[in-house]
Every structure is written in C-alpha cells, then in structure tokens.
C-alpha cells in the first residue's frame, strides 16, 4: 500500500471519528441519551471509520487501534445489546478518540503530520436546536441548518423574510366576514460565503518536538474563524463576500439611547413585548457587561446594583440571558429572540495541512481552516438594535 494511500485512509478515519464524537459530546453535554436520528448518525460515521481502517493491512499499530476500539466499543455497548448510553460511560468520545490515533499515529507508532483535510468537531450543530440553557456565545443562539438539508443544493439558497405583521384577529358574528390579518413575506436569494484563514510556514520538526502544537493552532485557527463569522452575522454589510448582517438588515427595531444603559435595554424589551416578540437573550460588548456590572447603588461605594461580585447572579436582565461578544460594537447591544434567525452551513469548518511545493523543500507545513456559511433573518422585526449612550 503506497504512503499516499495510508495518509488518505489514515485522514478520511479521522474525519468520521470527528464526526461521531461531535455528536457524542452534544448529547454528554446535554446530559441525555442519543436520540434515534443522532445514533444512526453516528452509527453511520463509526462504521465508514472502521471501514477505513479495516483497509490499513500494512500497518499493525492500526490494526491494534481498530481492535482496541472495537473492544471498547462492544464493552461499553454491553456485547451489541441494547441504545448505548452517554450517561453510563463516554463511550462515543472514547471510542473516536482511539479511531482518531490514525492520524497522528505514523506506521510505526511515531506522530507524523500529513498533507490533507480533515473535518473539525466543532461548536455548530448543524440542525434547527433548541436554546441553549446558558449560551456563551452569539453562535449558541442562533439555531443552525445545513444547506442541503432545507435549502437547496450548491452554494445559493433561498428563504423566506416577513416584512409586514398585522394582527387582525377579533370577535366575528354569525355570518359576518373574518377579518384577515397581514403576514407579508418575501424570497430572498442569497448564498453562503467563505470565511478562512492560515497559519504561517511552520518548520515539521515543531510538530514531533511539540505534540500539543497541532492542537494549539488548530484551537487558535478555530477561535478566530467563529470571530469573524459572529462579526459577519452582526455586521457585515451585504457588499461582496460579507453577509447581509443583522445592522444591515431593513425591518430591525432600533432602540435609541434613553437616559442610561438599563433604561434603554428595558425600553428595547417593551419594544419588542409589544408587537409579539419575546427575546431570548441580549448580546453586548464586553467593556458594556463590565459597566452594567460595576454600576452602583448611591455612587461609587454602595452596593453593586446587578449582584454579588462573588456570586453567580447577574447574567441575567429582566430574566433574560446576556451573552458577551466582540463582534458587537462598544455602546451598541443586540436583543432579539435569536429563534427567529438562521445560520446556514454549507460546509463546515474544514482542517487542511499543506507540505507541497517550495514548503517541502524548506519541510515546512501551513495549516488552514475554512468553511463555507450564510446568515437568514428571517423575522427582522424580532431583532433590536440598542444604543447604550448618547450620540
């Protein structure tokens, strides 16, 4: 079996095993069981994995991976009997982790880097989810759906935006003509865009002197592709490859600055309570949650206003869930009941490792990671801009 052949088979086992163990870990999160789609799913990639490495003859410490995950598989599973369980074991984490071994581990047991793609796990699920009970990021608010499971195929896809909301509903007489309330929608065409990024040229040996740098940059290239898709999602302008973000979006609700911080967050919320829309959480800049969470009570010495410094109150405003991003401006918060917005994946985010070309003569390595996504609002109206000081 020639080197090139192994690295493939070596790479396309990851990539399931990636897979399996993202959905393992949602479900371990959530603390429940796989449903029955999600075990089926993961099924699925276990055993294009397994198949995989069912293919690596010449190398045995594969096969002893292959075994060892077998085993571990049928014990955790009860010898095939029965839905396996994430609440009695990680099985499905443990299991990937060894099926992952067969990209970091050379045919003799060394750790060799080598050129090609592989899937991240990542953070994006990439179906409609429900609200995460205590979001951390933009991206755990807005649920998530893959382009060929709803919109179409290719890069483009379609959606439908409501411009008009018209209550009509009333009491009707015997007889008499039903009133009819006003729910205007439009089509909108759009399509996903790249969002990527390298590292630079990175000497080989690093990678055998350093067995943590992989997973370093991989982590680093990771963060800062999510930043600029939370960015692209608040802001971007429509113009080019950007998105058509939530500021750029007609039909938003804009709250403007009144008196202080709180009083203009509070007057957002009526803003949006009163034709019908509850939000689901605020997201704001850091140096703004910082404010709100020094303000005090009588000055600068009283008690603070929101909660104790050294408890686990105030995440909340008015009970609803406050969530810190960079990719919102300073002075500006976002309320929305986030629901009410799509993010669409086309292609998730994809690790490559490139060695080729004037890199192999210097055995030098770039790493890259990509994915291609869009952004659906489809109710404007259940989004709010807040300004949080004075023009």
Sequence with gaps: MTTTRIDNLRISAATEAKSARAIAEKAMAAGRDLSAAEQSTFD?????????????????????????????ADEIDGGGSGRRKTGRSPWAKSTADLMDKALTGGIDGEKSLVSGSIGVAVPLVTDIVALSEAPRTLLDLIPVKPLAGGFGTGNSFSYLKQTVRTNNAAPVADNAVKPTSVYTIAEVEDRCRVIAHLTEPTPIRYFADHENLERFLETELEAGLYQALETQIVSGDGLGENFEGILATSG???????VDALTSIRKAITSLEVIGVIPTALVLNPTDAEALDLLR???????YLLADPAGDGGQNLWSIPRVRSNAVAAGTAILADWTQSELVVREGATLAVDRSGVLFTKNQAILRLEGRFG?????????????????
């Design 375 to 391: 952004f659906a609002a489809h109710r404007p109206g259940a989004l709010a801009e807040i300004h949080l000081a004075a023009a």
């Design 44 to 72: 699925g990639h276990m055993a294009k994995a397994y198949d995989h490495l069912d293919s690596l003859k010449s190398a045995k410490s594969d096969r002893d991976i292959l075994a060892q995950a077998r085993a571990l």
């Design 252 to 258: 938003i609700i804009t709250q403007a600055f009144a």
């Design 297 to 303: 009570d009588s000055g600068a010495t009283g008690r």
